[in-house]
């Protein structure tokens, strides 16, 4: 059982920055795939950035370049910072984790999410 808790949400202008938290609680080891996904009102939940516990990460072609997802491994922590942010990166953020062995940015294939934080940026 892995419990996930997000902080960091916020409102900024057109152009600001976010830095998105993640703390796993549990038992946390072994390879795992640790994700962010966003989703607004009536759209599907979209991933924007994954980390492995390899290693690897992988972003959304649309926040490539502007999204860094890092962790901090002493802390149980994933990271999601977000700089030069657009209105349409407006949404509520969602952590999320599965035990496999690679990621994906389908969120069928997660197991265990948190509550959210929502991210507001206006133009």
């Known amino acids: 059982q892995v419990q996930l808790v997000e902080s960091g949400g916020g409102s900024v202008q057109a152009g600001g920055s976010l830095r998105l938290s993640c703390t796993a609680f549990g038992y946390t080891y072994g390879g795992y795939c640790m994700a962010w996904f966003r989703q607004t009102p009536g759209k599907e939940r979209e991933g924007v950035a994954t980390?492995?516990?390899?290693?690897?990460?992988g972003y959304a072609d649309s926040v490539k370049g502007r999204f860094t997802i890092s962790q901090d491994n002493a802390k149980n922590t994933l990271y999601l910072q977000m700089d030069s942010l657009k209105p349409e990166d407006t949404a509520m953020y969602y952590c999320?984790?599965?035990?496999?062995?690679?990621?994906?940015?389908?969120?069928?294939?997660?197991?265990?999410w948190g509550k959210g934080t929502q991210v507001t940026c206006s133009s």
């Open positions: 999320a984790w599965v035990f496999r062995g690679s990621c994906s940015f389908s969120s069928r294939e997660f197991r265990y």
């Open positions: 980390f492995h516990s390899a290693g690897s990460t």
